[in-house]
T-cell receptor, first 115, second 115 residues
């Protein structure tokens, strides 16, 4: 079975500081990995995905994530946080070989950036 | 990019009535649509997968007679919450996948409040 773990319910960081939102996953095969951001009462906005290739993936709004197969992790990072980055962040996974199936989401991490 | 239009964005209904939520793919043919439910500050829980022209596949624990899913065309999938009760109050989100770039697109969500 596929699963995603986001061990932190909330991450607090000061504006201008680097941020990391953690994600680990479990799939039987190779993973497709995604990060999404959600603002209150809104749908999900795509940030980035890892399908194959370079382990460091760069996405929208200055975010990036590094795929680490040995640690089964896909942590989201940003060098300098903005107050506007405050939102709910979801990591999601799908097994590469299960085409046409839904993404499985982690529980979400609330990012709070203080000015 | 791919666009999924979800309506209504919010709805308030009385207990015992039924509510229909629509998801339309505006610029591509969505053979598969996924329906999620999200409780406040919690993760997205997959409810069902609908395939155009066939019966939906429901996740364990989801009542198929309560959450009716119809995917009659390649551009429209609907979720009907029948005989709604206050515990059905939630945020419902649809999603589909463009197989050409492995991306998943999400509707903007529907906030259902049953009073």
């Amino acid at each position: 079975a596929q699963s995603v773990a986001q061990p932190e319910d909330q991450v607090n960081v000061a504006e201008g500081n680097p941020l990391t939102v953690k994600c680990t996953y479990s799939v039987s095969g190779n993973p497709y990995l995604f990060w999404y951001v959600q603002y209150p009462n809104r749908g999900l906005q795509f940030l980035l995905k890892y399908i194959t290739g370079d382990n460091l993936v760069k996405g929208s709004y200055g975010f990036e994530a590094e795929f680490n197969k040995s640690q089964t992790s896909f942590h989201l990072k940003k060098p300098s946080a903005l107050v506007s980055d405050s939102a709910l962040y979801f990591c999601a996974v799908r097994d590469m070989h299960q085409a046409g199936t839904a993404l499985i989401f982690g529980k979400g991490t609330t990012l709070s950036v203080s000015s | 990019g791919a666009v999924v239009s979800q309506h209504p964005s919010w709805v308030i209904c009385k207990s015992g009535t039924s509510v229909k939520i629509e998801c339309r793919s505006l610029d591509f043919q969505a053979t598969t649509m996924f329906w999620y439910r999200q409780f406040p500050k919690q993760s997205l829980m997959l409810m069902a997968t609908s395939n155009e022209g066939s019966k939906a596949t429901y996740e364990q624990g989801v009542e198929k007679d309560k959450f009716l899913i119809n995917h009659a065309s390649l551009t429209l999938s609907t979720l009907t919450v029948t005989s709604a009760h206050p515990e059905d109050s939630s945020f419902y989100i649809c999603s589909t996948q463009r197989t050409t770039n492995y991306g998943y697109t999400f509707g903007s969500g529907t906030r259902l409040t049953v009073v």
